[in-house]
């Protein structure tokens, strides 16, 4: 596989056809839709304007994103706002379960901000809110997507404690581009946070990273075999989209036969799953890496 770096390269022109994006159709769909107007319900679906949202809303599964929208890091790729969050609302976890429960979802994926602010990290919160949706959700599966929590193991166990289906936390990058792109994150304490949750129980790991922001082939495959090494089980690959002028850029468009040959490659591995895609997020298919 080539190993040269895309950096010096110029920002490539215009999108390529396999990223656009079709309209979310369907029952289920416009069902759901009306239900998130009706009750200002927030998904990350809706406000992220994710492309899979019709797909994954048809299937029964929805993205709710706790601990406001105001984040304590400034990643380079990152569109959520960054500065001093505002104080936590301890009736998230009832306004959240209740959402899941007005939606009939089947499968709710939970993520949040980053809150170095406080003590306990946010996890607290974290714990709450899925015990919340089990009391009010009894059926519905979930997946955490989680910060690291500065790798602090006491903040982790909570997560442990509460026990959701699928326990995620995403990478993001290449080793070489972590400081660049996550800038306060560290891609071993990342690592180490997914060994740390398999190693206590967690019942399925997962972890993402997102391409065209500079990587080379080879560092994608080294990318996979980490991620293998903590005993990770699903990994989801997808293309880097510039939120802003602000935000890094990007600097290739991955086609869908390298996309392909990476999702070959995880399988080989041996991850249970591996959802391998352009328009592929950290959701996407989250209901099948339960099973």
């Not at 079709?22 to 009706?38: A, C, E, F, I, S």
């Not at 959520?80 to 104080?87: H, I, M, S």
């Not at 600097?251 to 995880?266: L, S, V």
Request: hydrophobic share 35%; charged share 30%.
């Amino acid at each position: 596989m080539s190993t040269t770096t895309l950096d010096s390269a110029a920002p490539p022109k215009g999108k390529p056809k396999w990223l656009r994006v079709k309209l979310p159709t369907g029952k289920k769909y416009t069902q759901l839709r009306g239900l998130v107007d009706t009750y200002n319900l927030h998904t990350i679906c809706t406000s992220g304007s994710c492309p899979n949202m019709g797909e994954c809303w048809g299937e029964g599964t929805a993205t709710f994103m706790i601990l406001g929208n105001i984040c304590t890091r400034s990643c380079g790729f990152c569109g959520v706002k960054t500065g001093r969050p505002e104080d936590v609302d301890w009736a998230e976890p009832e306004k959240v379960a209740r959402s899941i429960k007005i939606m009939g979802i089947r499968h709710a994926v939970v993520t949040s901000v980053d809150r170095d602010d406080l003590k306990d990290m946010g996890s607290i919160m974290w714990a709450e809110t899925v015990k919340a949706i089990r009391r009010m959700n009894p059926e519905t599966t979930l997946e955490t997507l989680i910060p690291d929590f500065q790798g602090i193991e006491r903040h982790l166990d909570r997560i442990l404690e509460v026990a959701p289906e699928v326990i995620s936390h995403n990478v993001e990058t290449v080793r070489r581009l972590t400081r660049e792109v996550r800038i306060q994150a560290k891609y071993d304490r990342s690592l180490e946070v997914l060994r740390y949750l398999k190693e206590q129980g967690a019942r399925r790991t997962k972890s993402g990273i997102m391409l065209g922001l500079g990587e080379t082939e080879e560092e994608v495959m080294q990318t996979l075999r980490d991620l293998r090494d903590a005993r990770v089980d699903v990994v989801t690959i997808g293309q880097y989209l510039q939120p802003s002028k602000k935000h890094l850029p990007v600097k290739a468009f991955i086609t869908p036969e390298q996309f392909d040959r990476y999702r070959d490659a995880g399988l080989e591995m041996g991850f249970r799953h591996v959802e391998s895609g352009a328009l592929v997020r950290s959701s996407y298919k989250a209901h099948k890496h339960v099973d």
